[in-house]
Every structure is written in structure tokens, then in C-alpha cells.
């Protein structure tokens, strides 16, 4: 008798008289495992505190970018973040936004209940899908929301020069 594949089995294709094979008859491992004791301590479980303690890396802001004729439009919450603690960086190709949003009063960790925001450094690189106008980019904030309006370059367009004699 034909051996079924594991997707024929998962997806009803083989009868049902047919004989199972499981699939660790496919797989042998390479080595036997055997738990082993130890005298030395074990580390604690990792819960969400630890995770969110442990974790030093920067956070990644979320963003919708768009475009309408002439621009494109990125926008992102920074709700938390002042002005001054905000850092955009556009070149032709490509913005980075980067920031620090700290934690204001300082509560016990055994006090939460529920830990969900995210406090620290955040970076976004956006690769822009064309070339805008650097000099004449916007940016702007309210209600927590950063909105920057690029400008976007016009390839097509050309302009004529006058050779002067000289």
C-alpha cells in the first residue's frame, strides 16, 4: 500500500481504512533525550514584568504612510513623546524617526496589574517608494499624533537655461 503524505492524511484525502503511519516515523532523531537533575538552581519562569524588564531593545513605531498627487504622507502616534524628545531624519529615500518615551512616576512592579504600554527608545525607518523635495518636507503634532507631508520630487518636470556668452 501507497504511504500517504501527512497533508493527504490532514486534509481527509486518504480513506479512512487506510493504515495510520505517524509521523515520527519520518522523523528519527539524532540524538536520545534524557532529562538530567541538577543541583544548581533554575531560573525563575518569564513573565510579562521580566519580559518587559528584561527587554532592552527599542520598541518599533507603527505608521501609515500614504500618498495623495503631489505628496506622501506619513503618520504615527507619539502620544506621551514631547517635541524635543522626537528626532526626524529624511533624506531623497528614505525617514527615520526616532524618540524616547520615559515613564513619568514610578510604580511598583508588583503594584500592576496590567502592563501593556511601551516605555523606552523607538526607531522607525520608512524606505519611501519615491523621491521627495527634502527642503520643503512638514512635520507637525497633535493630539499625540505626528504627521509628516513630503513633498514629492517631479522627475518629469524641466526647466530651460539660458547660456550665457562669455
Known sequence: MKK???FDRLGGVAPADDQYDSFEDDYAPSQSYAP????????E?????????????EGQLPVDVYQTANEIVIRTFVAGVRPDE???SISRDM???EGSREERDSVVD???????LFWGSFSRTILLPQE????????????????????????????????KAG
Request: hydrophobic share 35%.
Open 4 to 6: 500517504r503524505s501527512f
Open 36 to 43: 538530567t537533575r541538577s543541583s544548581t538552581p533554575q531560573p
Open 45 to 57: 519562569p518569564r513573565t510579562l514584568a521580566n519580559v518587559i524588564e528584561d527587554d532592552q531593545s
Open 86 to 88: 522626537l528626532n526626524v
Open 95 to 97: 525617514v527615520v524617526i
Open 110 to 116: 508588583s503594584d500592576y496589574f496590567t502592563r501593556e
Open 132 to 163: 521627495v523635495d527634502v527642503d520643503n518636507c512638514t512635520a507637525g503634532a497633535k493630539d499625540g499624533l505626528l504627521s509628516l507631508v513630503l513633498p514629492k520630487l517631479d522627475k518629469a518636470r524641466q526647466t530651460k537655461l539660458r547660456v
